[in-house]
């Protein structure tokens, strides 16, 4: 057994067991330790980047894959997680609550997002999935002497309940149909049988719907604004980021390796409407949310019809924009959640009136916002404006070969100019409302202010240079 | 041959069927038809009617402490499974490996799994979740005069 394959996983699941000793016994130094376990999450990340990595290796008897696209997303992953420990150790609930177990388990459901880019089994993915979903229950009501983050822990339970049901539901179709779970083995055990493909059609419904969670896809998109206003600020910016690149990675994944309904090929309607439904409700839904952590529950589903949008559309262009719709959206998004960590009231909740007047009271926090809202939105020259660009060329092409993909470019642009109001909205009460009299200067803590930077330059880097992150995703492709 | 033959089987766990779910109406509604009417008063409703009264509710109170622990053990409880399917397989995978078995990482794969096992116990015990009551609120011990 080569266990090196593991390597990534294995330190951090290390680090997150460390750092949960280690509070135990110092717990005068929580804070030190969780600044410890962000630089060590970053240390990996770094050091990875020099490890050479064996070219499609296996492990488990093929349920685990280790190649290209696993890799970069493992790295992606592990900077997302280092961003939120960051943010974490610098929001006041989090701060007074102390201890290490939040570090901890963001850390514990990184490695469980990680392993969720290599799974290439159902079982193996159904471990992984529960693995960061579990971790994320606790995750969200970890502020447990606020009302509103036990409802959104209450209601991230027994919705993930109810998936992961599903998702096991059809996992049992699934197998009946194709006599295996290894995603190798699914595409040449459904040829040439119509029965076989009936059942495994009705399992993989299933199956997606129990992904669907995770994406805030629309028959499960239901958690996610509660979930997002009243998680702790940290904990919704990594399941706005990691979790939902972890559950698109894992999408990407059923799609490259062909497991896919045969029925699914010719025109992926479900994939389609779910798509046009996912993009207008997030659209629309968002219209009359004055929280702004809520609003970025309903820009999350919005963002998520974007994604299925570009998986719909496929082509190597198709799955090379949503790997690129991916990491600049996970800048923008924790560049919002990092504002939200520092201005957010006692109660960790924002509406409207604690942003207003954040130009005078922060540049740089309304400088950041500005940039992510308008990356949210899609506005050049940031990340947030290709990605939308590169998902809707995609839909183009695809439209050329099938013109019902022209309907859903159409939806796709209805729904970004829709969104553009809400985003806009926020930025008019932070730069052009008049700060309320009592509301002092903000100051930035450095942790704060070196997760801002990172994002701001992500954001514009990918916005005026997309070449790199492109051809990356490309040679991810392959 | 019967034409029913093959329904034989059916008929009878149907026939089954009916006579459970017709038996259970009855049992539940027959007694309150035609039995006697119940009288309520303080004596009657007592959890035990003859005897010296009650001074304490029925339902026992027990301390919340006993989640947790409960919690553990479930925990460290569960664990033990995975040991048996990997004691089970002991014998064959301890071989060398030229002779179909691992070797020493057969003994070392238990040993990390148990290693982090050790490292949740050490956790629970140093965030005192295995004190019953925790340092804080004990009551400080009177020095000895």
Redesign the interface.
Known sequence: MAFYVLQMEIAVVVLAVLGLLAGAFWPKHTSLIRRGLAEGALVVLVASLFLVFPQHHALFGGAYVLDRFAIVFKQVLLGAAALVLLLADAHEPLRKQGGTEFAALVLLATAGMMLLTSANDFIFLFVALELVTITFYVLNSFLRGESRALEAGLKYLVLGALSAGFMAYGLAYVFGAADSLNFGDIHHALHDDKTAQGIYLFGFALVLLGLGFKLAMVPMQIWAPDVYQGAPTPAAAFLASGSKIAGFVVLLRLVFADVFPPAWEAQPVVLMALAALTLLYGALGGLAQTDVKRLLGYSSIANAGFLLLGIAAGGDFGHAAVIYYLVQYLFAVIAVFAVLTVVANAHDTADRHTLMGLHRRSPLLALALLLAMLSLAGVPPLGGALGKFFVLVATVMRARIDPAFYALAGVAIVGAVIALFYYLRVLRGAWADPAPDAAARITVPWTVRVVLYICMAGMLFLGIWPQPLLALATRCLH | MHPLEHFWPFIAFGAMVVAAIGFSIIAVTFPSILGPRKTHNEIKDSAYECGLPATTGTPARFSVKFYVVAMLFILFDIEVVFLIAWGVLYRKLIKPEGAGG?GW?ALAVAVIFLL?LE?GH??AW??GALDWASWRSRPQQEPRA
């Open positions: 691992l990482a982090i490292a050490i956790y140093r965030s």
